[in-house]
């Protein structure tokens, strides 16, 4: 039986204009998701914009339908948790899953790469996940064509995940219905999306900073320069979670991704040797790269209506229409991070700012 905490946990992540930040802040100043979807309506309301949160009937139709596909849910705050998730401001509230849940404990390899692969690509990733598999790390991907489809093959009989920018219920790309059944079976299929949702290419860099915050190190294989693997690396390196690239041919515009990844500083792997030496390095630092995020959200409770008004005015001269970072604008404003993450919640239930993964904000132009 599914607690009401947790029902209205899922409510709070379903609600439009609320991502996963916003979930966390709303939950820091309210102490229970009941209490926050009490307060969504009039925090919005005061910025000339009301946001409903969505009913419990819509949740518990939500519940059926995972039910009919296998799917459950993995709630913030839940024993099943990733712990290693935790540590990062944007992890998902709501995660629904398909298959060994238990997979999800433990950080993996992240393997992408270009969906058009060149075939001696995915042969050498399909040799390298199952070899990587074999050493006893889990290898983790996006169930797109190419590399990933290739990583996942070569790891079915280890573990594997893939992280899905849709919902569960929609098989993306068609043609991957016999893996994702495999993998429904063997591995693990995630996704921070709701049933009925349908794969869109805005919501493909929030599946890719997925993908790196599950794995303590990602390798790409082959992919172009401004490409999804491309953005998985990005947020890997913001996330302190080192890359790993496998070089390529001048020639091939498969490989620039990769070749200016080394060019930049990440890990040249040239054997699945350099892989296992590379993790074994990464085991031996007792201190791991720290991440960009704190591991627990700030949240002034006691700033009074009054300060609230004072600092929306200023935070907002602050802002403008390109992104920042939410600590670097506190430095700036002299504000604390519980104070400016008190407003900036405000802010954003109004529809005034615009919360950005990697922690950044920006301002709302409207034109």
Not at 8 to 19: E, K
Not at 118 to 133: D, E, M, P, V, W
Request: proline letters at 4%; glycine letters at 8%.
């Amino acid at each position: 039986m599914i607690s009401q905490e947790r029902i209205d946990r899922i409510r709070l992540s379903r609600t439009p204009h609320i991502g996963p930040v916003t979930c966390q802040l709303l939950l820091a100043r309210y102490k229970t998701a009941s209490s926050a979807i009490d307060a969504v309506a009039e925090l919005s309301a005061r910025g000339g914009r009301r946001i409903t949160p969505v009913s419990k009937q819509v949740i518990q139709q939500e519940i059926e339908q995972n039910a009919k596909i296998g799917a459950s849910f993995i709630v913030w705050g839940d024993p099943d948790y990733a712990s290693h998730l935790t540590q990062f401001s944007d992890a998902p509230f709501v995660l629904t899953a398909i298959g060994h849940i238990h997979l999800i404990q433990k950080q993996g390899i992240g393997m992408v790469g270009a969906r058009n692969a060149s075939i001696n690509a995915c042969k050498l990733a399909q040799a390298y996940a199952r070899q990587i598999g074999e050493a006893g790390h889990k290898i983790i991907s996006g169930l797109a064509r190419g590399i990933d489809k290739a990583s996942h093959e070569g790891s079915l009989a280890t573990g594997t995940i893939a992280v899905l920018a849709n919902g569960l219920d929609t098989i993306y790309p068609a043609n991957h219905e016999a893996l994702f059944r495999q993998l429904a079976e063997q591995g693990l299929i995630l996704s921070e999306r709701a049933i009925g949702t349908k794969p869109s290419p805005r919501l493909f860099p929030a599946r890719n900073r997925l993908i790196a915050s599950l794995s303590r190190a990602v390798l790409i294989v082959e992919a172009a320069r401004n490409s999804g693997s491309m953005i998985t690396a990005r947020e890997a390196a913001d996330r302190g979670i080192d890359v790993m690239a496998i070089p390529g041919s001048p020639l091939d515009p498969r490989s620039a991704g990769c070749n200016q990844l080394i060019k930049d500083g990440a890990y040249l792997v040239q054997s699945v040797d350099d892989i296992f030496r590379h993790i074994e390095s990464l085991r031996n630092v007792h201190t791991p790269n720290t991440p960009i995020y704190r591991p627990e959200i700030e949240m002034d409770t006691d700033i009074s209506a009054e300060q609230i008004e004072q600092l929306k005015v200023k935070l907002l001269d602050c802002l403008a229409h390109d992104p920042i970072s939410v600590d670097e604008l506190a430095r700036f404003c002299h504000v604390s991070a519980g104070m400016i993450n008190a407003v900036l919640l405000e802010l954003e239930l109004s529809g005034a700012v615009q919360r950005h993964f990697g922690n950044k904000i920006s301002r709302v132009i409207n034109i």
